[in-house]
């Protein structure tokens, strides 16, 4: 019986350990994408921000102001979007073909 107790008792500190094991690998992995996705984040928020105080801002000179800056600002961030787009999907593309070539320095990696 005390046999017993003692199994489940290991058992049970060995799946506390595992889960404090995965916690922890969770947890530095958190920090990780955080270094990457934060900035992502303020930037994302920022350009929409300014977009919305510059639209608050010409809205009070007039609706005809209001709807020509909407419009121009639109279409201007849809093209610059597009050319970022464009501009990834090549690099993308590029790096494809150096991996395969095993061209690494193509990539910017050093071995």
Request: aromatic share 10%; hydrophobic share 50%.
């Amino acid at each position: 019986m005390e046999g017993e107790q003692e199994k489940r008792l290991l058992i049970k500190d060995q799946t506390s350990e595992e889960e404090s094991s995965l916690v922890t690998r969770v947890w530095n992995e958190s920090k990780l994408m955080w270094i990457v996705a934060g900035p992502a984040i303020f930037t994302r928020f920022s350009s929409f921000g300014l977009n919305v105080i510059s639209q608050a801002f010409v809205g009070h000179i007039g609706p005809r102001e209001l709807a020509a800056f909407a419009l121009v600002f639109t279409v201007l961030i849809r093209f610059a979007n597009g050319i970022l787009l464009g501009m990834a999907s090549a690099l993308e593309t590029l790096c494809g073909q150096a991996f395969g070539a095993k061209e690494y320095s193509m990539m910017g990696a050093q071995f």
